[in-house]
């Protein structure tokens, strides 16, 4: 987990930057964990920094494909590159990554 510094503050990232969280949501649209298992793991993982609200639109995002379970999980992945920061080496087009979701 990285740390940034804004003004004289230390700062700790953002849950909705734990790659661990987003795995967990990726489990529950990849293998046969369902709902109330996502929900426990997940909250349990966070522990206290759980806030159900910053992760509405994830949650939406589980459910967005209509039953197509592909669909909603390339809706996931646009969800969290807009909160997960960029590796210093990834491999990106023209500097920037969509965050269109598929319909």
């Known amino acids: 987990m990285s740390l940034c510094l804004v003004g004289n503050w230390w700062m700790v990232p953002s849950p909705l ?17 369902t709902y109330p298992q996502m929900e426990e793991t ?3 993982y966070l522990g ?5 609200d910053d992760w509405k639109d994830a949650r939406n995002a ?22 997960m920061p960029l590796p210093s080496s990834s491999s990106r087009m023209n500097g920037h990554l969509s965050s269109t979701p598929v319909q």
């Not at 206290?48 to 159900?52: E, F, T």
Request: hydrophobic share 45%; with cysteine; proline share 0%.
């Open 42 to 44: 997940f909250s349990s």
């Open 62 to 83: 589980l459910f967005s494909g209509n039953g197509d379970d592909s669909i909603a999980l390339t809706n996931l992945y646009a969800l969290k590159a807009r909160h």
């Open 48 to 52: 206290d920094q759980y806030v159900a």
């Open 17 to 33: 930057a734990d790659q661990g969280a987003w795995c967990i949501l990726e489990q529950f649209l990849t293998t046969n964990m």
